[in-house]
């Protein structure tokens, strides 16, 4: 059975960190580039960070940039999105999410991808 399970949000205040975490099982997380996307209250999805298998590829929304980092660890199955410097615009809740790709190559399109995890809420105020 193909699971993602994100964990690490909570309530921080504005300048806070937080590491999110995307668990895989079910399948072998290597062969997939993955992607964090989220979803304030009345608004749309929007993709806000990927990794390609490589690592070498990776996505930011501008508006994370500088202040967001994407990682992946293989042996574990996991992918984590280290994000410092939280503003209160960055209160969403957080989805991980695969998509079987070649070894370059990931996107910032939801869309495109097959597998999605319940999410994490975060919360940035003070």
């Known amino acids: 059975q193909v699971q993602l399970v994100e964990s690490g949000g909570g309530l921080v205040q504005p300048g806070d960190s937080l590491r999110l975490s995307c668990a895989a099982s079910?399948?072998?997380?290597?062969?997939?580039?993955i992607g964090w996307f989220r979803q304030a209250p009345g608004k749309e999805r929007e993709g806000v960070s990927c990794?390609?298998?490589?690592?070498?590829?990776?996505y930011y929304l501008d508006s994370v940039k500088g202040r967001f980092t994407i990682s992946r660890d293989n042996a574990k199955n996991t992918v984590y999105l280290q994000m410092n410097s939280l503003k209160p615009e960055d209160t969403a809740v957080y989805y991980c999410?695969?998509?079987?790709?070649?070894?370059?190559?990931?996107?910032?399109?939801?869309?495109?991808?097959?597998?999605w995890g319940q999410g994490t809420q975060v919360t940035v105020s003070s």
């Open positions: 999410a695969a998509v079987q790709a070649t070894y370059y190559y990931c996107s910032g399109f939801g869309p495109l991808y097959d597998y």
């Open positions: 990794i390609s298998r490589s690592v070498d590829t990776t």
């Open positions: 079910g399948f072998a997380l290597d062969d997939y580039a």
